[in-house]
Every structure is written in structure tokens, then in C-alpha cells.
């Protein structure tokens, strides 16, 4: 179980997402690994091996917390490092399954 920090803390506002067709409460530029967590979601992805994984290194090497997300107004899923990518209002996202092991993973903010 996990929970956030309450005190002596300011933090962004809050916005909703849907994390496996639930509607949960993020905060704005929060990681999508930080929802993941608190929402006990421990699995971020399911590996080609049928292996279950989460997040490792917490800083964009390891690929491990791997998710799908779908922005407001696309249409199709992308796979995103959820240790590199902040929550966006009204973001879909898909975690605790199968994702291909070659399937392109969305680059973050200034990243080439
Ligand atoms: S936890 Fe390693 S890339 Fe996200």
C-alpha cells in the first residue's frame, strides 16, 4: 500500500486520468509511475516472456515500466517510459499488460 505525502508539502493541482477504465485522481506533472503507485498498481507491463515487470530504475534506462497511454484526442495507444512521462488530463492508460517487444516507445519532452 502506498500513499502520498500530506504535510508540509504543496503540490499541483489535481487532474483526472483513467488508469484500466478507472477514473483516478493524479496531480499535474506528476510521473505516470507516481499514479501507477499510489493507485497500487504495482505491474506496469507484461513482458514478451509473459513475465510481469515494474518500474526498476526510475530514470528512463531500464524500460521496465513500459505503459500505454492514449492522449485526449488520439486515437491510438503509444508506449511510454511511465518513469519519464508526467500525467496529462483526461490521459488513458493501460498497465499490467502484454506490450510487443518491438514496439516503438514515445519519446519524452527533448528527447531525440
Ligand atoms: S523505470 Fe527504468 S525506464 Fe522507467
Not at 517510459?81 to 518491438?102: F, H, Q
Request: charged share 20%; with cysteine.
Amino acid at each position: 500500500m502506498s500513499w502520498r505525502i500530506t504535510t508540509n508539502i504543496t503540490r499541483t493541482p489535481e487532474i483526472q486520468v483513467t488508469l484500466n477504465g478507472d477514473t483516478v485522481t493524479a496531480h499535474e506533472n506528476e510521473s505516470i509511475a507516481a499514479v501507477l503507485l499510489i493507485c497500487d498498481q504495482l505491474i506496469s507491463q507484461i513482458n514478451r516472456f509473459g513475465q510481469p515487470r515494474a518500474p526498476l530504475c526510475n530514470m528512463g534506462t531500464c524500460y521496465e515500466c513500459l505503459v500505454q497511454v492514449r492522449y485526449p484526442g488520439e486515437e491510438n495507444y503509444s508506449a511510454v517510459r511511465s518513469c519519464l512521462t508526467p500525467v496529462a488530463a483526461g490521459m488513458d492508460i493501460k498497465a499490467g499488460r502484454e506490450i510487443k517487444p518491438n514496439v516503438n516507445v514515445k519519446p519524452v519532452a527533448g528527447e531525440s
